[in-house]
Nanobody, 131 residues
Framework: QVQLVESGGGLVQPGESLKLSCAVS????????IGWFRQAPGKEREGISC????????YYADSVQGRFTVSRDDDKNIVYLEMNRLRPEDSAKYYC????????????????????????WGRGTQVTVSS
């Protein structure tokens, strides 16, 4: 059974940092494209950062480019999202997902099409940025 479990969310003030983790079990992460997504109340889910198997040229949404960094540890089957200079508009529930590159294609496609129909998803972790 495939499971993705996000952790590391919380309440922080604007300008502070958080590092999210996504522990994956039931599959070998090394063979999958991974992504981080978020959804705020009343808004659609958006792909904010996606990374392919080779770790090169990850995709970032314009809204997080230069502030967020995605990484992966395939030996530990964990995906990370380091978030710096957080803003109130970053408040959302953050989800990780994994999809086979055979199904999803490029990392940009992974983020644009929310992982596609065959992605595995976690249940999310809440991030709130407020003073």
């Amino acid at each position: 059974q495939v499971q993705l479990v996000e952790s590391g969310g919380g309440l922080v003030q604007p300008g502070e940092s958080l590092k999210l983790s996504c522990a994956v079990s039931g599959l070998s992460l090394a063979y999958f494209t991974i992504g981080w997504f978020r959804q705020a109340p009343g808004k659609e889910r958006e792909g904010i950062s996606c990374m392919g198997r080779n770790d090169r040229n990850p995709y970032y949404a314009d809204s997080v480019q230069g502030r967020f960094t995605v990484s992966r540890d395939d030996d530990k089957n964990i995906v990370y999202l380091e978030m710096n200079r957080l803003r109130p508009e970053d408040s959302a529930k953050y989800y990780c997902a994994a999809a086979s590159p055979l199904h999803i294609g490029s990392v940009q496609t992974m983020c644009t099409y929310l992982g596609g129909p065959n992605a595995y998803w976690g249940r999310g972790t809440q991030v709130t940025v407020s003073s």
